[in-house]
């Protein structure tokens, strides 16, 4: 058997539901109750289709103020949110993205780690380094640190979040009734935390879960993102708008996780916007749907919070070149990937902001196997390891995608027909960490 055999294809797909533009369209009912829902449907739909899990991005502030006009608010909690969700479901996993120079590591750790029990070993961590000063507003900080400064408070974040969830070895609670004696304390372990960012004492008060510890995603795409990334990503969330260029970015990962002593590469799975239609006229047909109920307003208003200013620019004509920073300390890939989409194809301001709906990352619109086939040919060349599906949030896209693109791939061999585990880890064909205090 092959290498190329023996490999999985893996689908995650978004679950926001907050949006630029679709939630005009007359067939959706955008009440509280719609949007909840709307979620629990896609989310039983994508365990339906045996995905690995559903993704949750996040952004700690409601966007810039230029940007609320035009969408809808009901943007849930991504752990809230996966924890109503998983309590619906049996298999699916939950990825949810958790700041980690925002939030505090002791409350996060627990936090995650609840909800990987309650969910049976299902949740994955999307750790992110936020970069917006509305944000930074929020949790009364001082204002946003240079980009490399974020990562090393990640390093140590991240580090005490897995002292924490390593504080119990797996045969801490013995449950002695006679005794009265419920954990065997000598197997409890206070990991002390003293460094330069974080003072945390632990132990956190519950045990590993069955999966070990949540996975670890991770989207930095930077020099220095990538080398985060490298040394402890288990899944990389990446944007690359074409395939060669997500072949570079594949390598460079590869090379660098092996450069730092890892056995086991990350797995890389980018964004992939997708529309699909029984044939291509009905895939046309939508993808013109789509395009007709997007706002460009909202699109251009959330851009300013990666400092790309397209506001008051005449959408009919070109994306003027001082829409850019010269330079940026913040979110260097972004503005990497947002002039590229500016360039390529020289597009109108509206087509240019229409493109930044999938980030910076690639779309396809088409027939079942013509999806099916940019799919294969992304995962068969080490483009990616699968991807996060974004889907256009029309009526019957998500359903049809799982209906009918989902058994091409599954006739071709890419991708299961059944799950054979019940944990994310499982279905990413990932181990469970060995514990720090037990190992070594």
Known sequence: MTDTETRQLHLLTFSNTRSAGPWRHPDLDNSTAGVRRRLIEHVRTAEAGTFDAVFFADGLNYGPPQTWAYKNTEDFEPLTTSAALSSLTERIGFVVTGSATLAHPFHLA??????????????????????????????????????????????????????????????????????????????????????????????????????????????????????????????????????????????????????????????????????????????????RTAYEYFSPEYQAGWLLEVDVDVTGADLDGPVPASAFPETSEKHQTALAGYRLLATEGNPTVREFLYRTVNGWGAAVVGTPEQIADQIETWFESRASDGFVLQHSWLPGQFETFVEQVVPVLRKRGLFRHEYTGSTLREHLGLPVPANRYTTG
């Open 110 to 287: 627990r936090q995650l780690l609840s909800l990987d029990h309650l969910s049976g070993g299902r949740a994955g961590w999307n750790v992110v380094t936020s970069f917006a000063q509305a944000a930074a507003d929020n949790f009364s900080a001082r204002g946003v640190v240079d980009h490399d400064e974020r990562y090393r408070i990640a390093e140590e974040f991240l580090d005490v979040v897995k002292k924490l969830w390593d504080s119990w070895e797996d045969d801490t609670i013995v449950e002695d009734r006679e005794t009265g004696i419920f954990n065997d304390v000598t197997k409890i372990h206070v990991p002390d935390h003293h460094g330069r960012y974080f003072d945390v004492k632990g132990p956190i008060g519950a045990a590993r879960s069955v999966q070990g510890q949540p996975v670890i995603f991770q989207a930095g795409s930077s020099d220095t993102g990538r080398g985060f990334a490298a040394r402890h990503a288990e899944v990389i969330f990446t944007g690359q708008g074409n395939i060669d260029r997500a072949r570079t970015f594949y390598q460079q990962i590869h090379d660098e996780a092996r450069r730092v002593g890892r056995d086991r590469p990350p797995l890389i799975t980018p964004s992939l916007r997708v529309i699909v239609g029984s044939t291509e006229e009905e895939a046309q047909r939508a993808e």
